[in-house]
């Protein structure tokens, strides 16, 4: 699917507001006030799409940096992250030097590409014990017309997962389904809804549906932080470090 500015615009809305957006990042922040207590100097959000999370990272990073194919295209880039310095370049290319980024976010981007090469790539430029957050979504067998709009390659087992991080150069320090409590209504949403409009129907859910899911995501949330390991989700997240 080509992205065109008026649909990073959408994307820019969508992700301050949708329950899904609004979940994982909290989800990943908190993984990364786990892991990385302490703000990094150079910080980079590969695949960063509308660039709306760099926002919310500007604490972690004192020197930020945004790398997607087609980041230029929004507008509101420069608004929503006035500091960060955004680049138009290829994931499995990154115009990055060697180990010279403290910290890295890849969120739902890995599924587009060809893994195993942009895996090596964030393992040539980030620096030796650096931590890696990177999201996924999960199970081949939920596969629907969802994925194929939003142009994936692939979704992953946790297996999977784990031995591409591994094999690039990572150790696994912590990996979790995410959206376990509202697996049963993403399982009957991709059994039932195959057509585009159950696609519009997912990304508008309504301001109270959005509500509610909402607060069911970041109770599942807070049972992470607590330490709950799911069984399954309909996403993979994994911290991992270069060894």
């Not at 006030?33 to 150079?42: G, L, S």
């Not at 295209?73 to 955004?86: F, I, R, V, Y």
Request: charged content about 25%; hydrophobic content about 40%.
């Amino acid at each position: 699917m080509e992205f065109t500015p008026d649909r990073y615009e959408m994307l820019v809305r969508t992700e301050q507001t949708h329950f899904w957006f609004c979940a994982r990042r909290s989800m990943v922040l908190e993984l990364i006030r786990r892991f990385c207590p302490k703000p990094v100097e150079t910080l980079a959000d590969i695949g960063c799409g509308s660039g709306y999370n760099l926002t919310h990272l500007q604490a972690y990073g004192e020197y930020l940096v945004g790398i997607d194919r087609l980041v230029l295209l929004s507008p509101h880039m420069k608004t929503l992250a006035p500091d960060t310095q955004l680049i138009a370049g290829d994931v499995q290319e990154l115009p990055l030097g060697n180990e010279s980024v403290d910290m890295m976010t890849s969120l739902d981007v890995l599924e587009h590409v060809d893994d195993h090469k942009m895996l090596k790539e964030l393992s040539r430029t980030l620096k030796p014990h650096s931590v890696l957050f990177i999201t996924v979504p999960a199970l081949p067998w939920l596969w629907s017309s969802r994925d194929t709009l939003a142009g994936h390659k692939r979704r992953y087992t946790k297996t999977a997962l784990t031995q591409a991080v591994e094999q690039a150069g990572f150790s696994i320090k912590y990996i979790n389904y995410h959206q376990f409590l509202l697996f049963p209504l993403v399982v009957v949403s991709r059994y039932l809804g195959r057509k585009k409009q159950r696609q519009m129907q997912e990304e508008n859910p309504g301001k109270i549906t959005n509500h509610v899911l909402l607060k069911i995501s970041m109770i599942e949330n807070w049972l992470a932080k607590k330490g709950a390991k799911f069984p399954w989700g309909s996403s993979l997240v994994v911290v991992a470090k270069k060894c």
